[in-house]
């Protein structure tokens, strides 16, 4: 079991496209530049465990995108579809140059519109444990959060629901000031607000289905093979579809970027390192 705290994972906040975003940056120029995209229902900090070993491989930028992590939201953005376009616009604002994205969870679905909507964009894709399969399958607590009026998500403790979604982390142990980011990240009504995102998946995800097969961007699909939340046919569908793809399954649960930091590390590392250029 592991505990992280990187006391060099400095936060800042910039406007994008008219927005208030939270970012960090790794210190340095690489030759390569990665934007990593905050999951959900966690924020920017949920790559702190990984942070010092893809700085070494890459210039890095994460973001909280709108709506999600300390962002300002923009009732607009809260689909994959909107949101993709937010992604290039977020790519361009840094000036980063033919990026790799890095986008777990919800940022899956988003990455991958981007990416069809805009090739030779992005260098590389790394997903997974996001929702992607048509049908939907869906798990657990996010099933119900998708299923659930929006006023009994409102009426609900949002620190509540935000611990019930990490208590599925088994092997790390997350440092309170990183826990207090999440809960706060979604205070008030920002929790009940950032599930339209999801409520957009039976529009979109239908429309991203016929779009997988003519993405040319090389993808690394990584899913947990314990995941309940987003089961690892998210990641089957994306492998059976996407032409440039590889697909594995770590010993974790959802959280896998956070929950098997070490694993995530070494594939998205190896990945940027060579294995992506394979499949160009």
Do not use: C
Not at 14 to 30: C, N
């Amino acid at each position: 079991m592991t505990t992280w705290l990187n006391a060099s994972f400095q936060m800042q906040f910039r406007v994008i496209g008219g927005l208030t975003v939270r970012f960090a940056q790794s210190r340095g120029q690489g030759q390569e530049h990665a934007l990593l995209l905050s999951p959900w229902p966690e924020s920017l900090l949920a790559f702190e465990p990984v942070w010092s070993r893809l700085a070494e491989h890459a210039h890095l930028v994460a973001i909280d995108l709108p709506g999600f992590g300390h962002s300002q939201r923009d009732d607009a953005l809260l689909s994959p579809r909107a949101m993709s376009e937010f992604i290039t616009a977020a790519a361009g604002a840094f000036g980063l140059e033919h990026p790799h994205l890095i986008a777990p969870g919800t940022g899956t679905a988003a990455a991958l519109f981007a990416a069809a909507r805009h090739p030779g964009l992005l260098r590389s894709l790394v997903v997974g444990g996001g929702a992607a399969a048509v049908p939907l399958q869906l798990g657990g607590l996010l099933r119900d959060w998708v299923d659930a009026p929006e006023d009994a998500l409102r009426a609900a403790d949002p620190r509540q629901s935000v611990a019930s979604a990490l208590a599925s982390m088994k092997r790390s142990v997350t440092p309170e000031a990183v826990l207090d980011d999440y809960l706060t990240s979604y205070q008030g009504n920002r929790f009940a607000s950032s599930v339209r995102y999801l409520r957009a998946y039976p529009a979109d995800l239908p429309v991203l289905a016929d779009l997988l097969p003519q993405i040319r961007t090389p993808v690394r699909i990584i899913a947990g093979a314990h995941d309940t939340t987003v089961p690892p046919a998210n990641a089957e569908f994306l492998a059976q579809r996407l032409p440039r793809s590889t697909f594995h399954l770590i010993d974790a649960g959802h959280f896998t970027w956070e929950d098997a930091a070490d694993d995530y590390a070494a594939l998205v590392t190896s990945w940027w390192s060579g294995d992506h250029r394979r499949l160009s």
